[in-house]
Every structure is written in C-alpha cells, then in structure tokens.
C-alpha cells in the first residue's frame, strides 16, 4: 500500500498518493482496498479523512490505461468495471464517518470518489476544478454511479454534471451543494477532521445503522436497476462511436495520435 494513514486523535486521515494526480487505475484500485482493509483492521472505530496530495484530489481514470482497454475486448471491459465498481461501492458504503478533504483538482471518477464519502469540504481558491466529462469524452456513466450521485447531490445536480461535461469553479461546487463547506487550504484537514469527529465515540454504531437506513433506498435502486442496466455498460465503452470520440479527445489532450 502506498497510501499513508495518521491519527489525528481518534480520526484516521487516508491521504491517497498512488501517482502525482491520482489518477485512477489498478494500481489505485489497490491501494484503495489495502487502505480500507487497514483501516477495518487496525482502526476499527475511526472516522475517515480521505485526502490528495498537492493541487489534485484526483484526477479521475487513467486514460493512459482505460483508452487501450476500452479498445479492446468487451469482456475484459467488464471484468474491469465489476473490480472499479468495488472500490467505490466500498467507500460509499462504508459504516464510519467519512470526509472528503478535497485539496485541489476533482474531475470524473476522482469527484465521484468525493462524492461517496459523506461530507466534503473543498479549499476555496481562483484554480481548483470539478467535473464529470466522461459522455463528452465518449465514457457512458454507469448507473450504479448516477444514483451514488443522486443521493449525494439530489437529482438535478447529477444530471447537470454528469450530462454535458461541465467544470465548476469551487465556489460554483460549493453553491450547487457538489461540496458542502469551502475553507483556506490552511484549515482544509483541521477542519475536516473536526466534521469527521462529530459523531461521539459511543454513537459509531448508531451512525453505522442511521447511514444504512438512509442508503436503502439507493442500494435498493443499484440492485434492481444498476445491476441489469451496468450490464450494457461494456458495449458502449467498446462501440465504435466510443472509440472514435476515445481518440479524438487523447488528441485533443495530448496533441498527438492516438497509440492503440
């Protein structure tokens, strides 16, 4: 595991540094479950800061390693979405206090991983962006996903973000209820440890119980509708018209052909 975990009194503040941005891939996905089975281990009862590194929460998908894959064979997709899936259902689901610390950048999977912790607190600046652009890139969003957002943000602010592609400054988050406090870099984990340490010691459970009850009625939703409908997901990651828009964008990013 490369990621850190300290005690901050009875809060274990997870800072993610798979690679400078955080951009997501195996590797990331790794280091997630190991942090997480620490923290089941030796951390039972902490509430959780989950933080980046520099001027990038996370950068979301690593497409250096999903475009060739996405280009691919739709099997291999799937089998990859089902162990992506995992690291995110994880963090929504799991049964302490969680506080996205987001200290910068936050676009696409790496906001979404903002997004299923149950409070976030973002630093106030003029540079830090937040999007989901993965339709404008040729990534359809999966539904299990979109009602992890919904919960998060309500219906109208998911669709927002996940339908057109859009940034958002800080303030622009904050005012959508994307993030729910802005704070000077300063203050970011002094601040979020203190949300973090709200519930009492002796209330963990009672938290646990509370978040379930309110989860039920999202993981009612992903078991009856993301389940069967995440199913396609892999045909309109492979489809040529994904694939044509895949290499578009990497031009567009990287001013260069597209190697796959």
Not at 59 to 85: I, K, N
Request: aromatic content about 8%.
């Amino acid at each position: 595991m490369t990621w850190t975990i300290e005690r901050d009194g009875r809060v274990a503040v997870v800072t993610m540094n798979t690679n400078p941005v955080n951009a997501q891939n195996r590797a990331f996905f790794a280091d997630l479950h190991d942090a997480f089975d620490t923290l089941e281990n030796d951390h039972p009862d902490s509430p959780v800061v989950l933080t980046g590194t520099g001027g990038r929460f996370s950068a979301g998908l690593d497409l250096g390693e999903h475009f060739p894959l996405f280009a691919g064979d739709r099997d291999a997709v799937a089998t990859w979405f089902s162990d992506y899936r995992a690291t995110n259902m994880r963090l929504f689901t799991y049964p302490r206090p969680t506080v996205a610390a987001v200290n910068g950048h936050a676009f696409a999977g790496g906001l979404i991983t903002a997004a299923v912790c149950d409070h976030r607190i973002a630093v106030e600046d003029e540079v830090s962006r937040f999007g989901i652009n993965e339709v404008p890139i040729g990534i359809p969003m999966p539904a299990v996903y979109l009602r992890m957002l919904q919960y998060a943000w309500g219906e109208p602010t998911a669709a927002r973000l996940s339908l057109h592609g859009d940034t958002f400054t800080a303030a622009q988050a904050h005012t959508m209820g994307v993030v729910h406090d802005l704070v000077s870099a300063d203050e970011l984990l002094e601040r979020s440890v203190a949300i973090a340490e709200l519930t009492p010691e002796d209330c963990l459970d009672q938290y646990a119980y509370t978040k379930r009850a309110l989860q039920a009625p999202a993981l009612r939703d992903i078991a009856a509708l993301a389940d069967s409908q995440d199913r396609e997901l892999p045909d309109g990651m492979t489809s040529a018209d994904a694939r044509r828009a895949h290499r578009r964008y990497w031009k567009q990013l990287k001013n260069a052909d597209a190697p796959w």
